[in-house]
């Protein structure tokens, strides 16, 4: 590599990778390492697993954390960890924790016994503490049975139009 060609790629590692959310450097093109690769693959990007400091507080993993999620709306989204049910888990000094429950727990307060976290957003992915609230498990189940009832009465409003417009096209 001649000296200029050596500079500008000397000067690109200064600067992040310019996919959404990652912290690392860039080298080539305006990505980091791994996100090249997966350019090169032919697949589509993704977030690259961060590997957090191995000594940290909870109170430090549940910011770091923050720093690193995307934002999605008003809601951040962690991007690793997404269980099947749609929730955010990680593990931490050998535990296995709800993430949403974890960065409520030591960013905004401790959770009472008996008490579940809401997610206000209705978004499970989110884990913006904004977004968060403790409230009793009978006030939880009766907002989601709320939420569903609303989207069930818009699918059945949506069947209505869509017989409706084959009625008419007849």
């Not at 991007?79 to 049910?85: G, I, M």
Request: aromatic share 8%.
């Amino acid at each position: 590599m001649c000296d200029s060609h050596y500079q500008r790629a000397w000067r690109a590692k200064k600067k992040g990778c310019s996919f959404n959310g990652c912290p690392k450097r860039s080298y080539v093109q305006g990505l980091c390492a791994a996100h090249r690769d997966q350019l090169v693959k032919g697949g589509p990007l993704r977030p690259i697993r961060v590997v957090p400091p191995v000594r940290q507080s909870p109170a430090e993993r549940a910011g770091w954390i923050l720093k690193r999620s995307i934002p999605n709306g008003d809601c951040l989204e962690y991007p690793n960890s997404q269980r099947p049910d749609g929730y955010r888990a990680i593990s931490f000094r050998g535990k296995r924790h709800i993430l949403h429950r974890f960065i409520y727990e030591h960013l905004v307060d401790e959770i009472p016994a008996g008490m579940a976290i809401h997610h206000q957003c209705a978004n499970r992915a989110c884990v913006n503490p904004d977004h968060l609230q403790a409230v009793t498990s009978r006030e939880n189940v009766a907002e989601m049975l709320e939420r569903k009832f609303y989207l069930a009465r818009i699918e059945e409003q949506e069947k209505e139009i869509n017989r409706l417009k084959a009625m008419v096209m007849m």
